[in-house]
């Protein structure tokens, strides 16, 4: 399984773009990148998946570089609802393999 | 679309109780998950279904947790005898793929042993 690594905290002001990177070293070929997001007291909500380039939704943007060994998160023009934790997971696309969502990203978005 | 829908949403219990959550997967969707999400080892997987089957349970903790899956529609998952350290936060998502398709969750159920 490809581990991965996001930092455990953000702080942003509103209206500014976020951009939050994770890094999975170990991604194999067929492994694609999902992002989730979950607010206090709510199950997480999907957000964006992407395997390679970028990825485009009317939520935020996934840029992954060719090598595949990060992905950034972009979220333009934060609000104050914005705040959440974000998990980055990777896992085969097709597969059975076991997806790890880690302890996540908590942004914190500051009027 | 309702949703992934989960009962109850709160349940508070004694210890040695035995404690029954209930999910209802988004209609059409093949894959259901169980999750616990806790504040010292936050959300892991616990049981992955596929078409009414166990794909993997490794993440189940141990012989007093189990997972059932009778139809498309219903699932369950019963903790027995319950223990304080099961307290936590259990959520329910489905989705039309496997573990690595975005899922969606459903409110999740707040379990208190005491």
């Known amino acids: 399984l490809a581990k991965t690594t996001q930092p455990i905290s953000m702080d942003s002001y509103e209206g500014q773009e976020v951009n939050i990177t994770c890094s999975h070293n170990n991604i194999a070929t067929n492994d694609y990148i999902t992002w989730y997001q979950q607010f206090p007291s709510q199950g997480p909500r999907f957000i964006i998946q992407?395997?390679?380039t970028k990825v485009t939704n009317e939520v935020a943007s996934l840029f992954i570089p060719a090598d595949r060994k990060s992905s950034t998160l972009s979220l333009p023009r934060v609000s104050l609802s914005d705040t959440a934790v974000y998990y980055c997971l990777v896992g085969e696309a097709g597969g059975y393999q076991k997806v790890t969502f880690g302890i996540g990203t908590k942004l914190q978005v500051i009027p | 679309d309702a949703g992934v829908i989960q009962s109850p949403r709160h349940e508070v219990t004694e210890m040695g109780q035995e404690v029954t959550l209930r999910c209802k997967p988004i209609?059409?969707?093949?894959?259901l998950f169980w999750y616990r999400q806790t504040m010292m080892r936050g959300l892991e997987l616990l049981i992955y279904?596929?078409?009414?089957?166990?794909?993997?349970d490794s993440g189940m903790p141990e012989d007093r947790f189990s997972a059932k899956m009778p139809n498309a529609s219903f699932s369950t998952l019963k903790i027995q005898p319950s223990e304080p350290r099961d307290s936590a936060v259990y959520f329910c998502a489905s989705n039309e793929g496997g573990p690595e398709v975005g899922q969606f969750f459903g409110p999740g159920t707040r379990l208190t042993v005491l």
């Open positions: 209609s059409g969707h093949n894959s």
């Open positions: 279904f596929n078409n009414n089957v166990p794909i993997d």
């Open positions: 992407g395997y390679k």
